[in-house]
């Protein structure tokens, strides 16, 4: 396989089968992990150390102006190091649950410092991995036969170690290739118990730290962790995606096999590719970046605006991407399908206008919808964190200039300064915005990577979603056939006007353009 194609990748980001360093370390910590509940309990000081160590990242205690700011921000930074490196070993020690509370720290990169979401993001790739006995053990109790019985040949080392699940390839019987899911054994019973000790420890820390709101961390984790611990949720909502995603040709989802599948075990066509944010991979295999990053955009305005239907864990493990052999044709495979939001039909209107009015630059309007979605007077903060920009581009207008380094820094400072205000906003705004947030920043990341980051074809396909959305829930809300026959006129003029702009943008950046340019300016000379 060529350097950079990753196989088979699921939840929580999937490896190689090589241990490197550092991988090798989170697995002997998992071995480590399997102790009694009390030694568990135990190990949680040090994540009340690491809490703290967050909670300085905006502390009120600490005033670089009254110390040398270069002194004190190299301190800050070696103790946010030091204890996200703590905390990374925590969750690979206590592993399952705990690890999957880390790789969601990881992605907040609009709250934590970077020393936590780098160190963090490597949870995604280096999870502990379950023995070949532990795996025989679930597939025999699930499927009631031996690995041998049901599989031609079976990968000891697998593809990808993630925290509820590991993902072998294997060779049925008759001769089609699999990627095998297999849950780690004790994660079901475990799962409860780790999130009572979160719910404890923040609670603690909360009292110590009045402003450390993180609460929500954990009603997100009770909420969506027996969802994504049932392999049969996850393999209906694959065939929903698909299905609902069908008219997209550039998307691939694993089809399922069912007559192999339980609770804890899936089987899925095998798929394989480069990971998404590996712009390496694409310009070694022709595949076009601006392609790829445009059209995973299509993909993730239309389950968010359109569909209402989220994938929710798009970090670069769980986006592949592959150049089809015979049509030439670049392909996005979308894999771990356990994590779904569900938008209800107001929260999406809502967000739909709420986007339309970012991009517009609409501000009396960003206020409004920002306020329907519970930030209340933190409107311009609410904005700032789903656009990742700073109040000033907002303003201005979003799609009117890139993201430059400077702005991220300001991003990141401004972070520090109102942490309080954040951990409040998130508190405030509906449980279905926490997932979004943190798809946007998945998404974000793989654009920074891919360099195609506030692109204006990107803004384009949000707003003909937006439109399209607005406009079937408006049609679906009116009784008069004129009124319905005026929505969709005014639907079709917008889109159409979309259309036109994007026209005279591809002009504009083309040879073709600037020659029709040259030649209109000549005659405009000659005239004169």
Known sequence: MPRGAGPYHLRGGGGSGRLGARELKCRRAGEAGSSVMARRALKLVSLAAAASGIYLYGSKFLDPNDFGVVRVGRAIATVHLRSAERLRELCCANR????????????????????????????????????????????????????????????????????????????????????????????????????????????????IFPDFEFMWLV?????????????????????????????????????????????????????????????????????????????????????????????????????????????????????????????????????????????????????????????????????????????????????????????????????????PQITQLLNNVPRQMLLLLKTNDLLRGIESALHTRASASSFLNMSRCCIRAVSTYQRSKSHSLYRRAQISVTEALSLWQINLYELFLWLKGSQLGNWVIALLSRMHHSMY
Not at 141 to 155: A, H, Q, R, V
């Open 96 to 207: 399952g649950t705990f690890i999957k509370v880390g790789q969601h720290l990881g992605a907040l990169d609009y709250l934590l410092p970077e020393e936590y979401t780098r160190t963090l993001k490597v949870l995604h790739s280096q999870a502990p991995q379950s023995s070949r006995q532990e795996i025989e053990q679930v597939i025999r109790e699930d499927l009631g036969k031996e690995i041998k019985e049901l599989f031609m040949s079976f990968e000891d080392t697998p593809l990808g170690a993630a925290s509820l699940a590991q993902v072998h390839k294997a060779v049925l019987q008759d001769g089609r290739t699999v990627a095998v899911k297999i849950q780690h054994p004790k994660v079901q019973a475990q799962s409860s118990k780790d999130i009572l000790l979160m719910e404890v420890l923040l609670l603690v820390v909360k009292q």
């Open 219 to 419: 009603e997100e984790a009770k909420k969506n962790l027996p969802l994504e611990l049932d392999f049969l949720n996850e393999g209906r909502n694959a065939e929903k995606v698909a299905h609902m995603l069908k008219n997209f040709d550039f998307l691939k989802v694993p089809r399922i096999y069912w007559e192999l599948s339980t609770r804890r075990v899936l089987l899925m066509e095998f798929m394989e590719g480069g990971q998404v944010n590996d712009r390496a991979y694409m310009e070694r295999n022709g595949i076009n970046v601006n392609e790829i990053s445009r059209n995973l955009g299509k993909l993730y305005s239309e389950m968010i605006f359109v569909n209402g239907f989220v994938h929710c864990d798009p970090h670069p493990g769980n986006v592949l991407v592959k150049k089809c052999p015979a049509s030439g044709k670049a392909h996005i495979i979308l894999l771990d399908h356990g994590l779904y939001q569900v938008l209800s039909e107001s929260f999406r209107m809502d967000y739909c206008h709420l986007w339309q009015a970012l991009i517009k630059a609409d501000m009396k309007r960003v206020q409004k919808y920002s306020r329907r979605l519970g930030a209340g007077d933190l409107y311009p903060l609410f904005a700032c964190m789903l656009t990742a920009r700073s109040w000033e581009s907002v303003n201005r207008g979003i799609d009117r200039s890139p993201v430059s380094a400077s702005e991220d820094v300001e991003i990141r400072s401004n972070a520090a300064a109102y942490l």
